[in-house]
């Protein structure tokens, strides 16, 4: 159906694809699979319009094709559903779901609003999508934005979709949901495109899978053939451990200590132990107030009741800078939108938490600047030409690792990670696990949320779960499995 041959493409001092193919059969899923960084979003955005091609060519159903532009691609029946959201967080779930197709009346001069919830509903109800209409987007949480985004495409009967990292914001349900419309539209004939770093998702219900590598073709096969060393070493061209880490002892000072922390209905008497040089897990179903409880120990938001203690003493963050100085530091889940600052350089967000220290008598030193965010990205192995390279440019492990290196260079004694590894290939993935043990190694206290149950159970010490608000148990990661901490996650608490 879609086939990309000697497809090249270059960026300034970069070549992101160097006679890259990949091709896609009508009714198939297909996964794009590679490290970040190594071209797999360039290609499927030169497929949609977005960038052209250097040199190579595109057929569509036998036809040669070029799009100038997204609007072409989609005329094709092409639809993409990147990572990066472009749900409008002003408008409806209706408004969402048909922008650029809405109903109009007395030619195109007058919105017609009944007929546009009426179709939205009906596509809403026709997929299976428990959304409100009428809802604003911007009360919905990531995950059912996402699921908008998918919704939206899915709608227009695309002939190819591709999906881009569709599952890194999505809950247990939200991801059934996701699974049951790529099922649809592969028994429907459409050709799917399907870009992941997560394995489990791989194996489960991908007919082929293609690798990138440094934006060369490395493999494409059938899925039943590969297994999951074989990807792995095709994707970093190195052997990667995914073995266990073996727990730290109990017995080491408390770090932070949370007793009966309670905010609205999103915390509701949590309490919680973070020890020093252990990394703590904290897992739980989407809504279960992990978030929400690290924004409260971080200083972001502030509890209605209960009592938090650091290092024995009382403490009470009245902002996320109380909190720094205090020497607790948070790495959102919003990479883009709270982890780094895209427009500015690499040395830039590196420094943000550390102007105070590069600073003189109210002066920054731009070579102070300098050195010292080119002494963090070589510790977190940031690939960038340098310190001036905008952040908006860098593949998502890496702006991952800034993130890391701006709160990690304030030299925290408790760090908390909110989803350190969302969209990041395996080998940052293995990277950013070393980083993390290193730390707690160092005495440092980690406390690592994530979604993803196998990297909890191979990267962490101890695992607390939690559940409507509640710490609902805990217990030594060697001892967990995926299914003793579903129990725990689909746990009833008593009421607060």
Not at 53 to 59: P, V
Not at 135 to 160: C, D, H, K, Y
């Amino acid at each position: 159906m879609l086939e990309l041959t000697d497809i090249t493409k270059t960026f300034p001092g970069v070549r992101a694809l160097d006679s890259a193919r990949f091709e896609l059969r009508g009714g198939e899923v297909h996964a794009f699979m590679g490290e970040n960084g190594a071209g797999k979003s360039t290609m499927m955005k030169i497929v949609a319009g977005l960038f052209a091609a250097d040199s190579g060519t595109i057929h569509l159903d036998g036809q040669q094709m070029r799009f100038a532009n997204p609007s072409e691609a989609k005329a094709a029946g092409i639809h993409t559903v990147f990572q990066e959201l472009t749900v409008l967080d002003n408008l409806d779930v209706a408004q969402n779901l048909l922008i650029g197709r809405e109903p109009v009346r007395l030619g195109g001069a007058w919105l017609d609003k009944p007929a546009l919830y009426a179709q939205a509903e009906s596509i809403l109800r026709d997929l299976g999508i428990p959304l409100d209409a009428r809802r604003l987007a911007g009360s919905l949480s990531t995950g059912q934005r996402q699921i908008v985004e998918i919704a939206r495409a899915v709608a227009q009967n695309p002939r190819v979709l591709i999906l881009d990292e569709p599952t890194s914001s999505l809950g247990r349900n939200e991801e059934e949901l996701l699974f049951s419309l790529v099922a649809r539209l592969k028994a429907a004939g459409t050709g799917i495109v399907y870009i992941t770093h997560r394995m489990s998702e791989v194996f489960a219900f991908a007919d082929r899978i293609t690798v990138l590598r440094d934006g060369r073709h490395i493999l494409t096969d059938e899925s039943a053939n590969l297994d999951r060393p074989t990807l792995i070493r095709a994707m970093v061209g190195r052997e990667v451990s995914e073995a266990r880490h073996e727990g730290a002892a109990r017995s080491a000072e408390i770090a932070l200590e949370v007793t009966d922390l309670r905010r609205g209905q999103d915390v509701r008497g949590a309490d919680l132990t973070l020890r020093r040089g252990e990394v703590l897990g904290l897992a739980g179903l989407m809504g279960a107030g992990r978030t929400e409880l690290a924004r409260l120990m971080a200083g972001i938001d502030r509890p209605d009741a209960g009592r938090m203690m650091l290092f024995g003493q009382s403490y009470a963050p009245a902002s996320v800078r109380a909190a720094m100085l205090a020497g607790v530091a948070y790495v959102s889940e919003d990479r883009k939108g709270l982890g780094v600052v895209l427009p500015l350089s690499v040395g830039q967000n590196i420094a943000l938490p550390s102007l105070s220290r590069l600073s003189r008598r109210g002066w920054l030193s731009p070579t102070r600047l300098r050195a010292f965010a080119t002494e963090w990205m070589g510790r977190l192995g940031v690939k960038a030409r340098g310190p001036d390279t905008v952040v908006g440019t860098l593949s998502g492990g890496n702006q991952q690792k800034v993130a890391l290196a701006k709160w990690l260079a304030t030299a925290p004694r408790v760090i908390l990670l909110d989803e350190p590894t969302r969209g990041v290939d395996i080998g940052a993935k293995a990277e950013i696990y070393a980083l993390i043990r290193a730390l707690a190694a160092d005495g440092t206290a980690v406390l690592v949320i994530s979604s993803e149950l196998p990297e909890l159970l191979q990267l962490c010490d101890r695992i607390a779960v939690m559940a409507r608000g509640r710490i609902a148990g805990d217990l030594p990661a060697a001892e967990a499995t995926e299914e003793t901490l579903l129990e725990l996650a689909f746990h009833e608490p008593e009421a607060a």
